[in-house]
């Protein structure tokens, strides 16, 4: 699906009501496998309007979790490739 601006509006409007229902949101971020990049503004926009936990994921290391859990932009960072990927794990 190509990005609109209104898309913005939409996630938005989603997560204001997802607040009644679900406990979490869980974003991905695929950029590091060479998808488009998601905007920071849309993730805040999603973090400021979900009163739940927020979830991101999507080629974080250590250092850039531990910003996004200090400024408030998640809850939980979620790992996977480098553990799924290891067998000995």
Not at 6 to 35: N, R, W
Not at 52 to 70: F, M, P, Q, T, V
């Amino acid at each position: 699906m190509p990005y609109s601006p209104d898309d913005d509006k939409i996630y938005h409007y989603i997560a204001q009501k997802l607040s009644d229902y679900v406990v979490y949101v869980h974003l991905v971020d695929h950029a590091s496998m060479g998808a488009p990049a998601v905007d920071p503004a849309i993730v805040d926009a999603i973090s400021d309007a979900y009163s739940g936990a927020i979830i991101l994921s999507g080629g974080y290391d250590a250092e850039r979790a531990e910003a996004a859990l200090k400024n408030g932009k998640a809850d939980l960072i979620a790992f996977g490739r480098p553990f799924i990927a290891n067998p000995i794990l």
